[in-house]
Structures are given as structure tokens and as C-alpha cells.
């Protein structure tokens, strides 16, 4: 028995110094390697400015290390956004992931019950597009809402260039949110979607891998996402100066108080005005004239001459086909491919499914509304969102029984302060 003891305490004191040591090391290397990496990335940035390449200075490099901290956050979660040192084997062969300049980029921009949903599959049945649902909600729950806007701009440009490393939250939040990969030809279609043996009723897919993600991505010229979650448009300045990226973006906007009767009805809630609901009226409102006057007022920022275009949800709704090959002559995307052609014609005459169904009798439900809003509501919703009904050629109605009659348009034509922005730029 003593011999035993004698010799069994040694092996347990190895075993515990063997995992100090090996922490140990772990942690200096790590701290050796950050070392290394900041050295080498001054040395780069003092000798640009040497040879007056660039400034070289705190201010040119806080810009770079505050997108080391976005994309570590995007892979590791937010506990790693203090660890840039984390994100380095990340960049290494950037140029793998670099995206062809013939590519197109599109992105579309809107507040919730706008119909994006419906516009988004003009994108999602076109075989040749790697269309995304709502992919910024991923990190809506995870990022402050300080950084947000930089975490959205880092979490496109990856979509856009096909960045997904291991462990990416967009991966692992597709992975288990089924309504947003469900929403998306390519990410629940071969060979991005293996069945998923399961007793549930609908059909599931297995976890998304990096490298297959990645490698089906570099396939696509053509992409396009789908969000509610841009609430300024001037946080996607950093995308349209990409001169990687090809971007379009198209803003997506509503009639308020069609939105706001859309609400009601998805949320189950009374359509009287309370002093609640007049609130989030008028944030919405505010919202929308903040990004209206910022495209429109003199002088429009260079940045979104020939890439931006404001499109209507009544516009779409009424003359579907018509719109939709007009936002394809804008993306540059050629002539509406035909099974996108019979798309619509399957999904624009009869109304079915849930609140979040795609599938609409576009003709009539574009003006639903106004037979089911009380007419204190609309009345309350004008007098809060006037400059926006303004902007965006909407008549206000002062009576109910007009408010009522079908035969009364309350849709004028798009005012002429926006046809200025949808033409191209001139390449000279």
C-alpha cells in the first residue's frame, strides 16, 4: 500500500504541472502572437507613411481595428469582441474571398409590413441570385445598439464576398431559425440543405457548413438581401463606397397607415388609435422623413447617385410585372427571367396563408386598408406622417365617405424629386 501511494502522488503532481505548463504556453503564445501582429501591422502602416502612401497615424488605423472587433464579433459572438487577435488567420488570403467586379449587389431596405417579403422573392425564384432573408437579425439580440449599424455593414460585405469563416453567427443563426433559411432558395435547396432525418412535419435541413457555404456562394454573380433592420440610410455609406462591392440598393416604402392596419391585423390588435400606438406611428414616420429628406434634400449625397431607387409597395402591387422588370432594368439584371414571370402570376390573384405569406391578390389588398381603418385612426396618422404622405404622393382624406369610396385614388404619381435618383451614373 505505501509503495502505491508513493508512487501514485507523482504521477497526479506530473499530471497537474503537464496542463499548467500547457496553459502556460498557450497563453504566451497567444500574447506573442497579438504582439506580433500589432508590431508587423505598425510597421506596415510607418512605412506607408515613409513612402507617403498614407498617414500612418492612430486615426487612419482605429478605422481597421474597430473592423478586426466587428468581424470578431460576427465569428465568435460578442464576449470576443476585445480579442482582434482572434479574427487573424480570418484575413490572411483575403483576396480568396474577394468578389468579381461584374458582380451584382442588391440590397433592399424597408421598415416591417412594408411587403418586402413579396419583393424579395422577385429576387429568391431567380435561379441565378443568392438571396438572404433578414440575415441582420442574427446579431440584433447579441450587438449594442451603438455598434449595430458597423456590425450590419461588416455582416453584408461578407455576405456579399462569401465570407463565411467557422463559426460565424450568421451560419449558426441560419441553422436554427427555420423561417429565415426556409426563406431562401439556395440556403434550403441542394446542396446547401441536407435532409435532416426528423418526426417534425416540415421539412428540415442539417447545420450549414463553412467551407460548402463558402464554396456554393463563389458560384453566384448576383446577390441580394432582404432587411428591416437599416433604421438610417446613411449607416450603409461604407457598403456603396466598396469599390468591391457593385451595390444597389432599392428603399422600399408604404402607404403608413396601410402599414400600420397590416400591423394591427398580424398582431392581433385593436385598429384604434391608443396614445401607444400613435407613439410608434410617429417613430415610424419620423423615422422614414429622416431617410426621405436625406436622399432628397440639395445637395443628394454623391455616394448614392445611380445605385439607389425608391419603389412604392402600392406601385408593385397594382402593376407587378411592370415594376418588377422596371427594378430589374435598375439592378441591371436584364429582362424578368420567366419562371420569376410566372411566379407572379401564380402569387398576385388569390390571398392565402399566414401574415407572413407571399401569396397575395396584389390588385385588391394594396387598398385594403381603407375599408377596415377607423377613419379617427387615419385621421390621427395623417396629421403625424403629413411631410411623409407628401414625399411619397399619398393624398390625405379630410372625410370618411371618401375614405371608403374606391373610386377616390389616393395614390398621386411618385413626385418628379425622385426620378433624378434612379438614372444611372454617367461613365465617362
Known amino acids: 500500500m505505501n509503495i502505491r501511494r508513493m508512487f501514485y502522488r507523482p504521477r497526479a503532481c506530473c499530471s497537474f504541472a503537464v496542463i499548467t505548463y500547457a496553459f502556460v504556453l498557450g497563453v504566451t503564445f497567444t500574447l506573442i502572437q497579438t504582439a506580433s501582429e500589432i508590431f508587423i501591422d505598425s510597421f506596415r502602416h510607418g512605412k506607408q507613411d515613409l513612402n507617403g502612401n498614407g498617414a500612418g497615424n492612430t486615426a487612419d488605423q482605429s478605422p481597421q481595428l474597430a473592423q478586426i472587433i466587428r468581424r470578431s464579433i460576427l465569428n465568435y459572438g460578442p464576449r470576443f469582441q476585445v480579442l482582434p487577435s482572434l479574427f487573424s488567420k480570418y484575413d490572411e488570403n483575403a483576396d480568396d474571398y474577394s468578389t468579381p467586379k461584374t458582380a451584382t449587389h442588391i ?12 419583393l424579395g422573392q422577385l429576387f429568391n425564384q431567380n435561379k441565378n441570385i443568392f438571396f438572404h432573408f433578414e440575415p441582420l437579425k442574427s446579431i440584433e439580440q447579441t450587438v449594442p445598439r451603438q455598434f449595430f449599424p458597423g456590425n450590419s455593414t461588416e455582416m453584408i460585405s461578407d455576405i456579399f464576398k462569401c465570407r463565411f469563416p467557422p463559426k460565424h453567427l450568421l451560419l449558426n443563426f441560419y441553422s436554427r431559425n427555420y423561417l429565415h433559411r426556409m426563406s431562401s432558395r439556395v440556403l434550403s435547396s ?96 419620423l423615422r422614414m422623413q429622416q431617410n426621405l429628406e436625406f436622399v432628397t434634400n440639395v445637395p443628394t449625397p454623391d455616394w448614392l447617385k445611380g445605385i439607389y431607387k425608391i419603389v412604392r409597395y402600392e406601385d408593385m402591387a397594382r402593376k407587378p410585372a411592370e415594376t418588377a422588370q422596371d427594378i430589374y ?66 393624398r390625405e382624406v379630410p372625410m370618411q365617405y371618401l375614405l371608403r369610396d374606391a373610386r377616390e385614388d389616393l395614390l398621386k404619381p411618385l413626385p418628379s424629386i425622385w426620378n433624378s435618383l434612379h438614372r444611372p451614373k454617367d461613365i465617362s
Not at 342 to 349: F, M, V
Request: aromatic content about 8%.
Open 329 to 394: 432594368d435598375f439592378a441591371g439584371l436584364g429582362r424578368l427571367p420567366r419562371n420569376v414571370v410566372q411566379w407572379l402570376r401564380n402569387n398576385t390573384k388569390t390571398s392565402r396563408g399566414d401574415s407572413y405569406a407571399v401569396t397575395r391578390n396584389s390588385s385588391a389588398t394594396w387598398q385594403e386598408w381603407r375599408y377596415s381603418i377607423p377613419f379617427e385612426t387615419s385621421v390621427g396618422i395623417q396629421d403625424v406622417c403629413r411631410d411623409v404622405l407628401r414625399l411619397l404622393g399619398y
Open 190 to 285: 441542394s446542396p446547401l440543405c441536407e435532409p435532416e432525418e426528423t418526426s417534425a412535419k416540415r421539412p428540415t435541413c442539417k447545420a450549414l457548413k463553412s467551407t460548402t457555404t463558402r464554396s456554393e456562394c463563389t458560384k453566384y454573380k448576383q446577390f441580394a438581401i432582404k432587411t428591416i433592420r437599416f433604421a438610417k440610410l446613411q449607416d450603409i455609406e461604407p457598403l456603396a463606397r466598396d469599390p468591391s462591392l457593385n451595390l444597389k440598393i432599392i428603399h422600399l416604402v408604404r402607404d403608413p397607415r396601410g402599414t400600420f392596419i397590416s400591423r394591427a391585423k398580424s398582431e392581433k390588435k385593436p385598429m384604434d388609435m391608443t396614445a401607444d400606438e400613435l407613439n410608434n406611428v410617429r417613430y415610424l414616420c
Open 107 to 118: 440590397l433592399i431596405v424597408t421598415n416591417r409590413r412594408s411587403g418586402s417579403s413579396f
